[in-house]
């Protein structure tokens, strides 16, 4: 869409009004709604919605609107975010020595209707700096070891405030954030590559192949302290058989990372993701 969109989301206790609340406020600020998608979670009793509509800087400064929906939201004591859709996001890529997943989101950041940049890559390897430094994109070498892990850490996110990071993208990072990390820095994106909640942990395709599943998959999820647990965004499956080796399952399980950590990415740059508890409501 060439016009600037304003788009708001927003996770409360479910009440009657909330939807109707929302568009009236938009209508009265002159603006074109061009989507609505809202969840009601029984179990919970939890709204989660998401407002877009076309906006005008000329007809209401962003300062004000936010202010204006903060004091509209503020009555369902929720949670809200509002965000426009002309604000080019910033990633940084965590990797280590497999290419797959980074050299996708690479390819995928130079399209033309891509809203992000990949403004750092951090690595705990040296080996995928020759790719990054092609594309001209700084690249962090920071070793990690059990002894210095906080001070890597600690780096990171010094880095991650120095290049305005907005959101930190795990392409087959083999590493554990600690939950002080998480804390500070909790927009994280993580490729698993298993169908969670199966086979979590390492060598999930030698526990799949011992198993003797027909199925494997991938799972891109939000980062948390405790591993691989986080709420999924994206998943995907992939049929095998008895004649498939380690080694197939492997190659055929790299191909579905690299589909569903991208399309996770997508999905969190164009707003449609909303957290709740350990859950999320995607709107695809």
Known sequence: ????????????????????????????????LIDCDFHNDAESQMFLGRLEWKFDDSALCRDDLRSRLSTVCSRYDGRFELHFSDVKQRIAVFCSKQDHCLLDLLQGSQLADTNYQIALV????????????????????????????????????ELLAEHKIDLIVMAKYMQILSGTFIAAFPNVINIHH????????????????????????????????????GPIIEQEVVRISHRDSVEDLVRKGKETERTV?????????????????NKTVVFA
């Open 122 to 157: 951090v690595s705990n390897h040296e080996t995928l700096r020759p790719i990054v430094d092609s594309h001209s994109i700084p690249f962090v070498h920071t070793p990690v070891t059990r002894d210095i892990k906080a001070a890597a850490e600690a780096r990171h996110l």
């Open 194 to 229: 298993s169908f969670l909640p199966s086979f979590a942990g390492a060598k999930p395709y030698h526990q799949a192949h011992a198993r003797g599943v027909k199925l494997i998959g991938a799972t891109a999820h939000y980062a948390t302290e405790d591993l691989d647990c």
């Open 1 to 32: 869409m060439p016009s600037t969109t304003a788009i708001l989301l927003l996770v409360c206790r479910d009440t009657p009004g909330i939807v109707a609340a929302l568009t009236g406020f938009i209508l009265e600020n002159r603006g074109n």
């Open 261 to 277: 950590l991208a399309r996770a990415v997508r999905l969190h740059l164009l707003r449609r993701v909303l957290t709740y508890g």
